[in-house]
Every structure is written in C-alpha cells, then in structure tokens.
C-alpha cells in the first residue's frame, strides 16, 4: 500500500478519520501554552485539521507553519482561520520541506508514515530543528497494524532509534492524554545533539 498524497486525500474525502480528536490535544497545547517567546517559529507536519494550529494562533504565536500533502484540511483550516496567513499552509511532502523550526509538533504523523520511514523522518527532524529547538509531542506506545496506519511502536524501539539523533529531555506516559488514548502514548521532547 502506498501511502501516497491520494492515499491520505481519499481518506479526508471518504471521511475516514479515526484520528482525528477533534479538538487540541491537551498535552500539546500543555506544553506550548508555557512557550513564552510567541514568535518562536513553529512546524506541525501531516497537520490534519490543524486543532492545536488553531489554539496556538489564538494564543498570539504567530509563526506557526502547517503541512499536511493533502489540501483538503489545509483549505478547511483556512476557511475556518481566515485570518491565518497563506503563506504559512504549506501544501507538500514533508520530506521535501525546508527551513529551520524552534519547535516542531508531533501527533499521528509518526503512526501515518511507512515505519521503513522511521530514520528518515529522525534525520528530517535533525535537518529541520535549530540547535536550541525541540521536537515535541505524543508517539503511540501500543503495537496497532503492521500493514496499514496507525502504525505502532514502543518506547524501547524510539530510544533506540531518536538516541542516534537526539538527547531525549523526555519521553514517558502522557498524564494528559485524551481519555480515549490514556496510557498509550508517550510525550517526548527531544532536542537535536550538536
Ligand atoms: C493520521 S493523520 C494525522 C493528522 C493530524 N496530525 C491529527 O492528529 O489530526 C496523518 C496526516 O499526515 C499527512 N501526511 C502523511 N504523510 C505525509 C507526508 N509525507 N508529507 C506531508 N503530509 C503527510 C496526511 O495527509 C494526514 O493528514
């Protein structure tokens, strides 16, 4: 199966979305809401219908960048953020994207990707994060499908794979995860190794 950008657009048209929460995950926006430095620069990659984008922009951040290669929940997004700048909806592979972030977000794009992605995505990580910055978020912490997303893993195997990449500030069971997923995740917080 490939996870291509008609794979994940089929889904938003069927209404496929079984991750999507619905609102902004309360241990992300937790942790963003003690950011003091509003213009930090701020990527959420395979952003989906953007809920935490939403609350951080609210909140004054105002760099915050979306990127999701299907545009259907990026147009939602700005339908429903008219005032979020277009500039900031990046419409493109991650893999393919540049710049330098002080925060990158992680929630269900780790799960969404080929785990043969797994170093891929680390090292995009590395190539995108400043040295000071920080790679933040939930990682699914149960087995789930071998063969399509969600795609599981464990707190062991992350260890081993972001260690190569990254000192790893934290990454243990959200206290604050939604109820639904309560004791399955881990927050991590990462920072590049210089
Ligand atoms: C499981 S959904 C999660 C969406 C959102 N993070 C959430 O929690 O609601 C995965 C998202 O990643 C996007 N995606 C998957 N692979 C991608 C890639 N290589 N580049 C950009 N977006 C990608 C999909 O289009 C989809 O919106």
Redesign the pocket.
Known sequence: ME???T???D??KNNQ?????GYP?PAIAEFMGQVENKNAKIL????????EAAYLWKKGFNNVFL????SI?LQKFSSENPDFPKAQLLN??????DGKFDFIIE???F???NPD?RSNYAEKMIQLLEPAGRLVGLLFNIPLFEDH??FGGNQKEYKKLFSKYFEIQKMETAYNSIPERQGNELFIKLKPIN
Do not use: K, M
Not at 44 to 50: L, V, Y
Not at 92 to 97: G, H, Q, S
């Open positions: 996870l291509n950008e794979y994940w657009t889904r938003y979305l079984g991750w999507d929460i995950s959420i990659p395979g952003c989906g219908n953007a809920y990127l999701d290669f299907s929940p493109i592979d991650f893999f393919n994207v929630q269900t794009f799960c969404a990707l992605l997303p969600p």
